[in-house]
């Protein structure tokens, strides 16, 4: 079963509902450490514990999608989307050229409520370019590249990305997309427990002096 067929509700009339679909672009390893917990919590099976718009679908994708695929199933992130390249490609251009092909088609098919990729990848680019042409809104990850070439694309990105919600661009800032991708990638903080705290006195239980107070 596909996480979009774990998304598919009913009403009480027996009509089905479906959560539009958040696809999220995972090119790298270092994008499916980062970007696992949408794909946790859309695999939990429960919109209310997503509490959002959207479900989140994570695409494993890059010049080694299969690679992608297995570090998202390690952090208990399955991917719901796996696009390959029909094999090695020989230059960087043929790479970008079928990830061009591969991920314009999915965007296409059935245009989703939202894009979000990471960093300054082919893939990235590749997607943000297609859905800013469906007007698919974009929302992009900045990350720490590698190389001036990645950093150079991430620009590029972001560049698409902030275009797309100007006053040419014309589509809405995806703020409920936004909102939610952040709440599910922010670490929850521990909540201090009220003893540990420094700042809290603890009173003797007895009728001691004054002095026996610790805190």
Known sequence: MTQREHAVGGLADGTATVTPELV???????DAAVLAPLGRA?????????DGPVQPVLVATGPDPLGVDEALDDLGAPAGRLLLLDGPCATWAEEAARMVVRLDTLLAEEPPAGVVVRGGTEAALAAARSAVRLG???LHL???QESSERAATQAAVAELAAWQTSPSGGVPYP?????????????QQPSRHRAADPTVVRMPSGRGPRGSMTA
Do not use: S
């Open 24 to 30: 999220v672009v995972v090119a790298t390893a270092e």
């Open 42 to 50: 859309a695999h939990a099976g429960h919109e209310q514990e997503i």
């Open 136 to 138: 698919v809104p974009v």
């Open 142 to 144: 900045a990350a720490e």
């Open 175 to 187: 703020t409920e997309i936004d909102l939610l991708v952040h709440r599910l990638l922010t670490p």
